[in-house]
């Protein structure tokens, strides 16, 4: 084993993390020795401390290639290792198509951060057989995992991943889905009349998230029936918030949207 690998499997704590930021610092600047040595963490997975193997993932862009699949499909699948968020991670980065039905499975692990991670991987692979899978997701536990659900399935953008996202946006399953409106609202003039109508839902929470995902789509068109709200509509929420102060976040938030783009 070369001597920057012996390093990172020695007893020091500290030591192995030095090594590995040399690596790091050396892949940067283009040195493929150091590049080499990485792999050999991620090909190797089992000889290195997870928190090697982790930190070393978390800098992919700099090393990773076609040669990791086979391990890193491995890893994805290895329970007792304890690094399966990361693993996942990293296949949907590196597009290994071939870990869609392990990254399926994941979503049902019981530890949220590899819930979450499994969601990202299939946004990143586009994988349209997680779109069912995925919906579940949308009812899962944790937030953040209910978060990175909805932003894979408007990573798919497929008219099936909207259908999901618009029947959880109907159902108003949480009092807080600032996600769902922010994945709806990448889905773009697909769903710009579907909001349009819902600003004018019965119901003042379904109004509010609808107001937040026009101000979100950057759609210049929505000025005028935010505008309209912002002034008239000063119903309150479950949540105890008002549908004026929602349409006027969002026409700021359309402005910084046209500010931020090329000229």
């Known amino acids: 084993m070369p001597e920057e690998l012996q390093q990172l499997t020695g007893p020091d704590r500290v030591l192995r993390g030095e090594a590995l930021d040399r690596l790091v610092d050396l892949a940067a600047g283009g040195d493929e020795r150091a590049v080499r040595a990485l792999r050999a963490v991620v090909a190797g997975y089992r000889r290195f401390d997870p928190e090697i193997y982790t930190r070393a993932l978390n800098r ?3 090393f990773g290639d076609a040669t990791l699949e086979e391990p890193l499909l491995v890893a994805l699948a290895d329970e ?3 690094c399966q968020a990361w693993a996942a991670r990293a296949c949907g980065q590196l597009g290994i ?3 869609e039905p392990l990254l399926i499975d994941l979503l049902e ?3 949220g951060l590899t819930r979450e991670s499994a969601c990202q991987a299939l ?3 586009s994988s349209s057989a997680a ?3 995925l919906t579940r997701r949308l009812d899962d536990p944790a937030e953040f995992v209910r978060a990175a659900a909805s932003e894979a399935l408007a990573d798919i953008g497929s008219d099936d991943a909207l259908a999901s996202l618009w029947a959880a946006f109907e159902s108003r399953r949480s009092s807080r889905a600032g996600y769902l409106t922010s994945a709806l609202a990448r889905f773009g003039p697909t769903v710009f009349e ?3 109508q819902a600003t004018s839902h019965r119901d003042p929470e379904m109004r509010f998230w ?3 995902a026009l101000g979100a789509s950057g759609d210049e068109r929505a000025v005028e029936v935010l505008t309209r709200l912002a002034s008239d509509d000063h119903s309150t929420t479950g949540f105890g918030a008002r549908v004026s102060t929602a349409a006027k976040t969002a026409l700021k938030t359309l402005r910084r949207i046209h500010e931020r783009e090329p000229r």
Do not use: E, K, T
Request: charged share 15%; aromatic share 8%; hydrophobic share 45%.
């Open 60 to 62: 992919l862009w700099l």
């Open 131 to 133: 779109i069912q899978p």
């Open 210 to 212: 609808a107001a937040r």
């Open 194 to 196: 579907r909001l349009v």
């Open 80 to 82: 007792q290792y304890g």
């Open 109 to 111: 692990h019981p530890d």
């Open 123 to 125: 946004g990143n692979l």
């Open 97 to 99: 198509r071939a870990a």
